[in-house]
């Protein structure tokens, strides 16, 4: 029976495997061979009960680690009272959490959906309804999902191309050039998008002259600016949102989060300026699951624990442990808080080695590049731990 499996790994004599039925997956990923059954915090255990540091968290997702008991409980008790009535209606735990995002960013108003690349569908018709037919910037190496909208604004060939045409009157600049930046928005511009800590791109931080000519060319043009937070907000970088972090100090109109938000359940929200609340009315936009109970539920107690200042000086700590242990080691890394990456000769290689021979999960988000976005509440043990494995696999 054949089955999708990575090459290097199917000649070695690893015990991983696939589990039966694998093939009934659509290849659009390429999986390791190994099924995770639990975890518990930064640990995962797979079918053979091994157990793993998870240094990866489910890409960026799990903040408060693997069944973290007030979500489990949450989760639990929400479940057994109502889960979803749509959105002609209200919820308690929707009209709570749409207050509290609001109250901690924007101040305006929130669309809730179930992923990432929602969030940016619905900046992106925001920024539209704000500026009919405008157009869109974006930075070089972006990321902002796979669906059609949000894959227009992500300018990356290899994704873009096999799926051509796309929107048009997306313009690039590049990551690092203020001028360059403020050249590109005109008064056809609807939306710059940013993302204040690239993710995807490698775990690179915009510098804050970028964010800052983003924001005075937004304001020169009437365009919006929207910042991308599904992966770098939530404590990620050591602040509630990477846009209150002191070295952005930079406030977009729109902003768009996902990934931590249900620290692994699926929800996402678009959040606006007061000024905006009033842009998309009834019938303009939509989402069935969208705010649905369940999800809301576990974000607000995703909160209840990270939007925290003890709790997000603990990341920023951790943070600065890892970061100088991988320094230690020798290596250039570069990031924010529990949001970091090194380069590395090689790096799926290197990946694939952690987790098959020192059972520990980490992600390559290109040939040279590292990523390391481990859950939020990891311990400084589980830390050193996991950079006694990477000195192992770097020395030998
Ligand atoms: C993951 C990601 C997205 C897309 O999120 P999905 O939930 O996969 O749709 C968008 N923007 C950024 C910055 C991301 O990291």
Not at 14 to 26: H, I, N
Not at 248 to 269: N, S, T
């Amino acid at each position: 029976m054949s089955r999708q499996r990575s090459p290097e790994t199917s000649t070695s004599e690893r015990s991983a495997r696939a589990p039966a039925g694998a093939e009934w997956l659509l290849p659009t990923y390429r999986r390791f061979d190994i099924e995770f059954v639990r975890g518990a915090g930064a640990l995962l255990w797979d079918a053979d009960g091994n157990e793993y540091i998870d240094l990866l968290a489910g890409i960026a997702t799990t903040q408060l680690g693997h069944a973290h008991p007030l979500l489990v409980a949450t989760l639990r008790a929400q479940g057994e009272r109502l889960w979803h009535v749509s959105n002609f209606f209200y919820t308690e735990p929707m009209v709570r959490l749409a207050e509290r995002l609001a109250r901690r960013s924007l101040g305006g108003g929130v669309f809730f959906c179930n992923s990432g690349a929602e969030a940016i569908e619905c900046a992106l018709k925001l920024a539209r309804r704000a500026r009919p037919g405008g157009d869109f910037v974006v930075l070089e190496g972006a990321f902002h999902g796979r669906t059609f909208g949000a894959l227009s604004v992500t300018p990356q060939p290899a994704k873009q191309e096999p799926f051509a045409p796309l929107v048009p009157g997306v313009r690039v600049a590049p990551r690092d050039d203020p001028e360059a930046l403020r050249a590109l928005v005109d008064e056809r511009c609807a939306a710059v998008l940013v993302e204040p800590v690239q993710g995807e791109a490698g775990v690179h931080p915009i510098a804050s002259e970028v964010l800052a000519a983003a924001r005075a060319a937004c304001d020169e043009q009437g365009a919006l600016l929207v910042f991308d937070e599904v992966q770098c907000g939530i404590g990620r970088t050591g602040s509630l949102f990477a846009y209150h972090h002191e070295e952005v100090a930079v406030e977009p109109d729109v902003l768009c989060l996902a990934k931590g938000l249900g620290g692994g359940f699926p929800i996402g929200a678009c959040i606006t300026r007061p000024a905006l609340r009033e842009a998309l009315q009834p019938g303009d936009h939509g989402s069935t699951f969208g705010g649905n109970a369940l999800a809301c539920a576990v974000a607000n107690a995703v909160l209840d624990v990270v939007d925290d200042v003890a709790f997000l000086r603990g990341v920023r700590d951790r943070g600065e442990r890892l970061r100088a242990g991988l320094a230690s080691l020798g290596l250039a890394v570069r990031g924010r808080g529990l949001m970091l990456a090194f380069e590395i000769e090689d790096a799926p290689a290197l990946v694939e080695r952690a987790l098959y021979e020192q059972r520990l999960v980490l992600n390559a988000t290109g040939p040279t590049t590292v990523r390391l976005v481990p859950p939020l509440v990891i311990s400084e043990q589980q830390l050193d731990e996991a950079l006694a494995r990477l000195a192992r696999l770097l020395g030998g």
